[in-house]
């Protein structure tokens, strides 16, 4: 099957091929014919099975005809990073169809995004808070949205986005196209898909395991050893671009911290960051300026690198569906991935939880040239936060102008102000 199955317009498939696209994804070939349709759509994917394309191109396909100059298709999403992609991808694959998009998010200046909307935009890629804060402006109209994506759903929720999704919901037209996005399903996003569905199709792909192109490991490590064991392992691989997830985004930055000095060339991606930093982190790490991203669940969103061989999970994640979310970034597009998990007394639930999750026993590695038998320090020297800084004591006040009790009102008599 191939992508002229589709009969999409000339100009579309003239951007498919700029893109280098050939055949068709499992999830473009069920969700595609629907969505031109004017169907809605239920979909359950990973991260990586090539659904940003299975929403642009009907998108771009329906934008052909009709009018121009105001908002038709709304994708929320719920970072900045994963907002920029999708943008990326109007771009890429509607480069000769004269569609303009725009992204839309925080932690930027708000008057350019205004300006763009000015001048007139079919789609707008948004993140929740940014996009009601122009709802609220009136710097935004949608009252003519013909399709709305909500893309990774269960992500949304998670980073607490579901009041504002729902707020949203009450600013746009009823009749319109939906296509919902999610890699899980838990209760409140199956709620939520419920209440604004029609007669949804759905499109399933792999929903509950990761790409059968990743192989797992387990590391069993103290917790102390942790970074000693991942400096030794980065020495025995063979590696394009290493992505490395941290529970904390101060640990994100001290392991990146380590690595570095240890002669890699590494960056953090973590929430503190600037908007301009952490593009300049993503946008290393695409080029392989960096070899290694060291990043926390959420500031990992929107990371779509295809040469990433190595996902390593210095700290377990905390479900077994945050894990299908890390792994699903390497193994792509039919080729090879590692994914290595460091493991403490402490991750027994969790690993029997994954183990259930991938229907098989996960193998328990342990590098002989390392020397597990390395006492913990007294303090935890590598993680411990800077000391704080004393502050300058205040200026001590005259007794004779200070009230005996602080609660005491001082009295102002007639007399001259004191």
């Not at 003239?14 to 070939?29: F, L």
């Not at 990586?48 to 642009?56: H, W």
């Not at 013909?146 to 759903?153: I, K, P, R, T």
């Not at 063979?238 to 960056?267: C, M, P, W």
Request: with cysteine.
């Amino acid at each position: 099957m191939s992508f002229e199955t589709f009969n999409l317009h000339p100009r579309i498939a003239a951007g498919i091929q700029t893109a280098g696209y050939t055949t068709p994804t499992p999830i473009q070939k069920q969700a595609i014919p629907p969505i031109l349709q004017g169907k809605d759509i239920l979909g359950l994917a990973q991260t990586g099975t090539g659904k940003t394309a299975a929403f642009v191109l009907p998108i771009l396909q329906r934008l052909m005809q009709g009018p121009r100059g105001h908002v038709r298709a709304l994708v929320v999403a719920p970072t900045r990073e994963l907002a920029d992609q999708i943008n990326d991808s109007f771009g890429q694959l509607g480069q000769q169809t004269k569609t303009r998009s725009t992204a839309v998010y925080g932690g930027v200046g708000v008057n350019p995004q205004i300006q763009r909307l000015k001048q007139g935009v079919e789609v707008v890629v948004a993140c929740p808070g940014r996009l009601l804060d122009h709802i609220n402006q009136k710097t935004i109209d949608l009252s003519r949205l013909e399709v709305l994506v909500l893309d990774e759903a269960d992500r949304m929720c998670d980073m607490g986005f579901l009041p504002d999704i729902r707020k949203l919901l009450k600013h746009l037209p009823t009749q319109r196209q939906t296509l919902f996005f999610s890699a899980t399903m838990p209760d409140d996003i199956r709620r939520l898909s419920h209440d604004i569905l029609k007669n949804p199709v759905t499109v399933q792909i792999g929903l509950t395991k990761p790409a059968v192109t990743v192989s797992h490991a387990l590391y069993p490590v103290p917790q102390h050893l942790k970074t000693g064991l991942l400096l030794t392992l980065l020495r025995h691989m063979d590696t394009e671009s290493v992505l490395i997830f941290t529970r904390t985004k101060h640990r994100a930055r001290r392991v990146a911290e380590q690595i570095n000095r240890a002669g890699y060339k590494a960056a953090a991606l973590q929430g503190n960051m600037s908007q301009n930093r952490r593009q300049e982190a993503m946008d290393g790490f695409r080029s392989g300026q960096y070899k290694i991203m060291v990043a926390t669940d959420i500031a990992a969103r929107g990371i779509d690198v295809s040469q990433i061989s190595h996902v390593i999970n210095y700290d377990m994640p905390d479900t077994a569906d945050a894990y299908t979310h890390r792994i699903g970034r390497t193994g792509r597009a039919a080729k090879t991935g590692d994914a290595f998990t460091f493991v403490t007394s402490e991750d027994t639930d969790m690993i029997r939880a994954i183990e259930r999750v991938l229907g098989e026993k996960l193998e328990r590695r342990t590098l002989p040239e390392f020397d597990y038998s390395t006492p913990a320090p007294t303090k935890d020297t590598e993680f411990a936060r800077p000391p704080r800084q004393p502050r300058s004591p205040r200026p001590a006040q005259p007794t004779g102008n200070r009230p005996a009790n602080r609660r005491q009102k001082v009295k102002v008599g007639s007399g001259a102000r004191p």
